[in-house]
């Protein structure tokens, strides 16, 4: 087991720059995710970790030792991929051991590393199959026992769950979780699914456009987000973006969403807000979650409004509204019991507690 | 296929009741239907193999005049002959050694062309075929002249090294030699274009996962690329046995079987005991024991084949 760490890591393809630059450090023992969309370098990163992609520039270390010339094989990882990548004409056991075998183990102790594997994962009924005779979690929980038998520094997991279906994704990120806190070896997984990232990270690694936008534990990129890009990608529904702006208004500070829309900040906001340019063009972001439907008793900085919903969307637990401010679409959560209806008015509150504001041209978050 | 079963259910059904319902029955079965459509194709197979198979082991029992019935005669008389057992000896060398020789180059040619960058690469794929594509006949006439005893490009070549001159054609080990090589060389590439096709099916990320897993380039080669390769391997490998087994032109050109009969396949061997020494008897009996001998190989190299098919 080891850290793992980057340095200004760039990685071009002819005038490409597929990662521009990245420096990143993983704890020993630490389960890192790498999220954000197709195309942003999270997958290259990867790669270039496994030793698959030379890299152009900067140095990786792996246990304090730097890596960028060494092959894949002599840098004690374990790698599981998207398409399982099993050998067809191996049986289960033979694919779990092939590592070992290749490194001349003693026949003992690979039977014993992978029939601990096996246990570990559940697949000791399945030890003599050929992958063909599997199912896809099955197959998945394989190349799971081929990385962890080898007893790897590093596990690196590249989208392993993006071919299984909805239902058994979440079993077996639920897998993942518990193997890791039982083997505790330190973790690269890349997925470009945020709810994976979330419930999987000690922390996660956001990408865009070949650079890292923030590192954070799940609750601090949900709740601290540092951009626009962030605030927008983690979360679900995605998080509201109103165009704004402030404006003082007998000595209180005020934050105008519409013509006929404008809110008094709360105290603390105010305070943090109070000494932006009235003149900047700002964003207003808001969790659905802190739109709701209105209450007798409000809290303070819980700020009510009349809308017309446009579209009402009943989850069972909660029921999302969607309604436009000035042309902007609007996503709110409301109680089921609460009466929306499609095309009906509604009084909905709004938490400026939990607001955040956002310079439109930077996406910075302020 | 359904129009037709409808189109004939409709038929039937004009032709009486009962008659009409099991027939009706019988044409709607898809086996049935499907026989129906395929009898063309199986009468023009029948013509065009079975009926001269058939005619040629009914000739195989007849004496050198054709006239009479001699059962087992022509067998029995090469089985006696030197010649006979000299050529069956000489067809399996000859196939045996080529399609080694092919299988080897043709894969380690198939990896180089596949490690080359997609834009060159369908330029070398073009080139590389064209022994394959070139009549052997033709490109048989070149290699005539190569192994010419004087006036040769090769023995010229050599002479500049102090070698030769070489009697490519005139001596049996260079003789035969010379037959392999021609024949390795228009085979090579049908066996260099498959392994290609079976090389770009093999995913990269098995590559990937070995070469984490430890493998170094030979270990992936043969953990990897090798059994994912077999089923290929093993038919092209019985397909080009039964070509090269067969094989005709290449000698008939090269050696017409000299010298002293030492280059003789079973093909050109047949032909010169049943089209130039006109006993016809005699020649057919001589193809027919290629049969034999390629049914056990077929056995042999197809064993697995289905059973492995399953595996990917």
Redesign the interface.
């Known amino acids: 087991m080891a850290d793992v760490a980057l340095r200004k890591v760039v990685k071009r393809y002819d005038d490409v720059e597929a990662v521009r630059g990245i420096d990143l450090d993983i704890a020993d023992h630490e389960f890192i995710v790498l999220v954000g969309p197709s195309g942003c370098g999270k997958s290259t990163t990867l790669r270039m970790i496994a030793g698959l992609e030379d890299i152009s520039d900067g140095d990786i270390m792996i246990g304090g030792d730097v890596v960028n010339d060494v092959p894949p094989k002599d840098r004690d990882i374990a790698m599981v991929f998207q398409n399982y990548a099993l050998y067809p004409h191996m049986t289960v056991a033979e694919n779990m051991s092939f590592g070992l075998r290749l490194k001349h183990y003693p026949k003992a102790e690979i039977k014993a590393r992978v029939t601990e594997a096996a246990r570990l994962l559940d697949i000791t009924d399945l030890i003599d199959r050929k992958p063909k005779q599997l199912s896809g979690g099955q197959r998945q929980r394989v190349a799971m026992g081929r990385a962890i038998v080898r007893n790897p520094k590093v596990f690196l997991f590249d989208e392993p769950l993006s071919n299984l279906d909805a239902k058994l994704r979440v079993q077996m990120r639920i897998e993942i979780k518990k193997v890791h806190q039982k083997v505790r070896t330190t973790t690269v997984y890349v997925t470009h699914d945020q709810v994976e990232a979330m419930t999987l990270a000690d922390r996660v690694v956001v990408m865009n456009k070949g650079r890292i936008e923030q590192i954070g534990t799940p609750n601090e990129l949900y709740h601290k987000p540092a951009t626009r890009f962030v605030a927008g990608f983690i979360g679900s529904p995605a998080m509201n973006f109103i165009p704004c702006r402030l404006e003082d208004v007998g000595g209180t500070l005020q934050i105008r969403l519409t013509d006929r829309i404008a809110f008094p900040l709360p105290p603390a906001r105010a305070a943090r807000y109070n000494a932006l340019p009235r003149t900047d063009k700002l964003l207003l972001g808001l969790r659905p979650e802190h739109l709701t439907e209105s209450h007798a008793h409000l809290e303070p900085g819980v700020e009510t409004f009349e809308t017309v919903l446009d579209v009402t969307e009943p989850m069972g637990m909660e029921t999302l509204v969607y309604f436009g401010l000035d042309g902007t679409p609007v996503c709110g959560r409301v109680n089921p019991n609460a009466g929306a209806k499609d095309g009906a008015p509604m009084r909905l509150a709004m938490d400026l507690n939990n607001m955040h504001l956002l310079n439109e041209e930077t996406g910075v978050v302020l | 296929m359904a129009d037709v079963v409808v189109e004939r259910g409709r038929v039937a059904r004009a032709t009486g009741a009962r008659k009409g319902k099991s027939l009706r029955n019988a044409l709607g079965r898809k086996s049935t239907v499907a026989f129906f459509l395929t009898l063309p194709l199986i009468l023009l197979i029948a013509l065009l193999v079975l009926y001269p198979a058939f005619y040629s082991v009914h000739l195989a029992t007849l004496n050198k005049a054709m006239t009479k019935f001699v059962g087992l005669g022509n067998f029995t008389f090469l089985f006696k002959r030197e010649t006979f057992w000299m050529v069956v000896q000489q067809s399996c060398i000859f196939a045996i050694t080529a399609v080694i020789f092919k299988a080897m180059i043709g894969f380690v040619v198939a990896h180089f062309v596949h490690n080359i960058p997609a834009k060159g690469q369908r330029k070398w794929r073009g080139m590389l075929l064209v022994p394959w594509v070139i009549p052997p006949a033709m490109s048989t006439l070149a290699w005539l002249w190569l192994f010419d005893p004087s006036y040769s490009a090769f023995n010229y070549t050599l002479s500049f090294f102090g070698v030769g001159p070489i009697p490519w054609l005139g001596e049996t080990f260079w003789a035969r030699f010379s037959v392999i090589l021609v024949n390795v060389w228009y085979g090579a590439p049908f066996f260099m274009i498959m392994y290609l096709a079976a090389l770009k099916s093999v995913?990269d990320?098995?590559y990937?996962?070995?070469?984490?897993?430890?493998?170094?380039w030979w270990?992936r080669i043969w953990?990897?690329t090798l059994?994912?390769m077999?089923n290929i391997i093993a038919i092209t490998t019985l397909f080009s046995l039964i070509v090269t087994f067969a094989n005709f032109d290449i000698v008939r050109i090269l050696t017409s079987g000299g010298p002293l009969d030492t280059t003789h396949l079973f093909a050109t061997w047949a032909f010169q005991v049943g089209i130039q020494s006109s006993d016809i008897p005699l020649g057919a009996c001589v193809s027919l024991f290629m049969v034999p001998i390629l049914a056990v190989a077929a056995i042999f190299i197809l064993r697995d084949v289905t059973k492995?098919g399953?595996?990917?």
């Open positions: 995913p990320q098995l990937e996962a070995a070469a984490i897993d430890g493998a170094n270990q953990y990897v059994p994912m077999r492995r399953n595996e990917a």
